[in-house]
Nanobody, 123 residues
């Protein structure tokens, strides 16, 4: 099971990016997908999650109202739309999957991880 995260880049404060998470060799239907991020010198932190089969989404307080997680079933891809980006959003962003169909905030509760994509918010 592999996950491919993409869509990162350099953006100015207030700008937007859309990250994508596409798995290989499995469909997303029976998995919860989480987005995490890790800034230099800091621990990996939970950002958002989507457990579509139970209609559940969640967001960290720091991104609520600015980020939106969604899924395109036809493309078997989960997206993280990030708007109103701030310098403190700068980090490597990871997508992860867990076989339990409920959201979790904890790194240890995700079974599969992508390689990460760098997001830099700077003027």
């Amino acid at each position: 099971v592999q996950l491919q995260a993409s869509g990162g880049g350099l953006v100015q404060p207030g700008g937007s990016l859309r990250l994508s998470c596409a798995p290989s060799r499995f469909t997303l239907d029976y998995y919860t997908i989480g987005w995490f991020r890790q800034a230099p010198g800091k621990e990996r932190e939970w950002v958002s999650c989507l457990s579509d089969s139970v209609g559940s989404t969640g967001y960290a307080d720091s991104v609520k109202g600015r980020f939106t997680i969604s899924r395109d079933n036809a493309k078997n891809t989960v997206y993280l739309q990030m708007n109103s980006l701030k310098p403190e959003d700068t980090a490597v962003y990871y997508c992860a999957a867990r076989e339990v169909v409920s959201c979790s905030y904890y790194v240890s509760e995700y079974d599969y991880w992508g390689q990460g994509t760098q997001v830099t918010v700077s003027s």
